[in-house]
């Protein structure tokens, strides 16, 4: 299973941007719980978003809940992270997570994720 996370760059505060990650592999994409993480420079990767498998329960980090909003494409194997009101406290590298099933009340945790894209760095300037 591979992950392919693209759509990061450069934007103003305030502005928005959409990352994808792409999934491939001998999968079904249906059945996998997707998660976005988040790593700022000296700090530790940090939970953004999650979606279950049926897209029906998206879960958010409080910090970027009513600005960002997770989706997904069955049909195309990708998941989106929709970017609204970018902060520059948004910055970061951005990697999308995988589990091929349901991870419970641990979606939050980077550890119960099996598959990791290459992450994608976005720059939110003041």
């Known amino acids: 299973v591979q992950l392919q996370a693209s759509g990061g760059g450069l934007v103003q505060a305030g502005g928005s941007l959409r990352l994808s990650c792409a999934v491939s592999?001998?999968?079904?994409?249906?059945?996998?719980?997707m998660a976005w993480f988040r790593q700022a420079p000296g700090k530790e990767r940090e939970f953004v978003a999650a979606?279950?498998?049926?897209?029906?329960?998206?879960f958010y980090a409080d910090s970027v809940k009513g600005r960002f909003t997770i989706s997904r494409d069955n049909a195309k194997n990708t998941v989106y992270l929709q970017m609204n009101n970018v902060e520059p406290e948004d910055t970061a590298v951005y990697y999308c997570?995988?589990?091929?099933?349901?991870?419970?009340?641990?979606?939050?945790?980077?550890?119960?994720?099996?598959?990791w894209g290459q992450g994608t760095q976005v720059t939110v300037s003041s």
């Open positions: 979606i279950t498998w049926g897209g029906g329960t998206t």
């Open positions: 997570a995988a589990d091929p099933g349901s991870v419970g009340n641990y979606y939050a945790s980077a550890r119960v994720y099996n598959y």
């Open positions: 592999g001998r999968l079904f994409f249906s059945k996998y719980t």
